[in-house]
């Protein structure tokens, strides 16, 4: 009787009560995150009705529809170009700030409270002062540009120019990104790291062939983060310029939010989130294949 009340307390404890508590997550999981993206994929083959839901089936019309409007590869086009800039002027900054940041001897404590201190800004009031310094007329850029005797720009009114402009204020770097670095580089083994000394593997060295290998793992974490990020891009390009000037900075993201909330098509828009959605768990995949395959 004894034996049989243990093995009921046993059930309970190892193996019922970790599926009890996972209950309600996984719950939320499926029906905030997964569900969406199996509505969105239903929608997207009606021509979506909100009034009669869900409306005529259509089969793979949107999809084609799409595929043939010039707008949209030019979204996607805009795309990469934000995704190119991003990776080029600011994912590595950060790698450098914490690489810079831990060989301080003094004020490591401040230096990391400042590059923390500009993710408390909201990303609205950012906008906002970056759209004063790129103003045509009185922003600080063409001050800049005039002291060096150089020509005046429009900036966010100029398609070859607005996609660098909405990219440029990351060049500052900071953030999470550093502290996350940082604290990747103090968990490198000291014991690697005096050896290395002892060796003569010092200065940009130790850098090249003890610090970065030991944080490759979290610097690609980091990429495929960055990567996912970009190809979503919204809320940023569309606060600096509405998708304009002509286009030049309408993004995928933009694309999907003017389908749904322009043109009230439901079933384009959600057909265009979900080839996005595909698109960017190949990027990964592929990502992560490859790292896969160095590592080995």
């Given at each position: 009787m004894q034996r049989s009340i243990r093995n009921?307390?046993?059930?309970?404890?190892q193996k019922l009560t970790p599926w009890l508590i996972l209950f309600l997550p996984m719950f939320f999981t499926l029906w905030l995150k997964y569900y969406p993206i199996l509505k969105a994929a239903y929608i997207s083959l009606f021509r979506y009705d909100p009034v009669n839901q869900p409306g005529t089936f259509i089969g793979l019309d949107n999809y084609k529809a799409m595929f043939s409007t010039k707008y949209y590869w030019e979204a996607w086009q805009n795309t990469f170009?934000?995704?190119l800039l991003q990776i080029l002027?600011?994912?590595?900054?950060p790698i450098i700030q914490a690489l810079f940041l831990n060989e301080l001897r003094r004020g490591k404590n401040l230096f990391s409270t400042l590059y923390l201190l500009p993710t408390l800004i909201p990303t609205t009031v950012n906008v906002i002062i970056w759209r004063w310094i790129w103003h045509p007329d009185y922003g600080v850029a063409n001050q800049i540009v005039k002291f060096f005797g150089g020509k005046e720009q429009l900036w966010l009114s100029d398609p070859a120019l607005v996609k660098f402009?909405?990219?440029?204020p990351g060049v500052i770097g900071g953030g999470i990104a550093v502290l996350l670095?940082?604290?990747?580089?103090q968990g490198i083994s000291q014991e690697i790291m005096e050896s290395a000394a002892l060796d003569g593997c010092t200065g940009f060295k130790r850098i090249r062939y003890i610090t970065l290998p030991n944080i490759r793992y979290i610097i690609f974490i980091q990429l495929v983060m960055a990567v996912s990020t970009a190809m979503q891009l919204l809320d940023v390009p569309y606060m600096f310029a509405a998708g304009g000037p002509s286009g030049a900075s309408t993004t995928q993201g933009i694309f999907i939010y003017n389908a749904f909330q322009v043109d009230y098509n439901y079933g384009k828009g959600s057909a265009a989130a979900i080839i996005l959605m595909l698109v960017v768990m190949l990027m990964t995949m592929i990502q992560m294949h490859f790292e896969k395959a160095e590592r080995e």
């Open positions: 009921r307390r046993y059930f309970m404890r170009v934000f995704l002027m600011t994912f590595f900054i402009c909405i990219v440029f670095y940082l604290s990747a580089i």
